[in-house]
């Protein structure tokens, strides 16, 4: 079973940084697709940023475009979302996620199209 565990989160300024990162153990992440997503209170979860298993592909939110930027070190069997420039509307719980795609080169935004998740780390931005 892959289990997936966040760590990074934390209390930061407006205009600070954080990098995520998102360590996978039970098995090798070269096949799975990956993403980031986060949940404010009282807000539904949405998709952050994707990348796909080739790393060659990567999408992101518009409110996060030119921001945050998806990585992946498939030696390290870790994904990283290193998040510039934070609002405070960035605060939420941030979630890594994995799935399976059809292929190397796909990305998958969906929440409902991955099949593993971590337990979520807090990111709050506030001055």
């Known amino acids: 079973q892959l289990q997936l565990v966040e760590s990074g989160g934390g209390l930061v300024r407006p205009g600070g940084s954080l990098r995520l990162s998102c360590v996978a153990s039970g098995y090798n992440l070269d096949g799975f697709a990956l993403g980031w997503f986060r949940q404010a209170p009282g807000k539904e979860r949405e998709g952050v940023s994707f990348?796909?298993?080739?790393?060659?592909?990567?999408n992101y939110a518009d409110s996060v475009k030119g921001r945050f930027t998806i990585s992946r070190d498939n030696g390290k069997n870790t994904v990283y979302l290193q998040m510039n420039n934070l609002k405070f509307e960035d605060t939420a719980v941030y979630y890594c996620?994995?799935?399976?795609?059809?292929?190397?080169?796909?990305?998958?935004?969906?929440?409902?199209?991955?099949?593993?998740w971590g337990q979520g780390t807090q990111v709050t931005v506030s001055s």
């Open positions: 996620a994995a799935t399976i795609p059809g292929n190397a080169i796909l990305i998958l935004t969906s929440q409902y199209e991955y099949n593993y």
């Open positions: 990348i796909s298993v080739n790393g060659g592909r990567t």
